[in-house]
């Protein structure tokens, strides 16, 4: 039975692509969190503490090691205003 040559050109091709593309997602969601890999089922703990480091460090998967919060950390609050009617 012949191998059919041709066809190991578009093969090869369909494989790269799929390949770089995978690639090029991975360092995309991995450049957009700090160089971590993304969270996947994300609950309302975690959004809390997802909110919370926002309000820490400025981003939401930076965290900080001192044991004092920043003066602004104080008058940034998680409870938002009500839109009045």
Known sequence: MPVP???????GLV???FGAAGT???VSKRAQNQGKPP?????AWDEMM???DKRLSGHI?????????PEDFATNSVWYTERSR
């Open 5 to 11: 040559w041709e066809a190991l050109i578009p093969f």
């Open 15 to 17: 494989t790269v692509m």
């Open 61 to 69: 998967r930076g965290q900080s090691s001192n044991p004092a919060a």
């Open 50 to 52: 997802m909110d919370r």
């Open 39 to 43: 969270r996947y089922h994300i609950d």
């Open 24 to 26: 090029l997602l991975n």
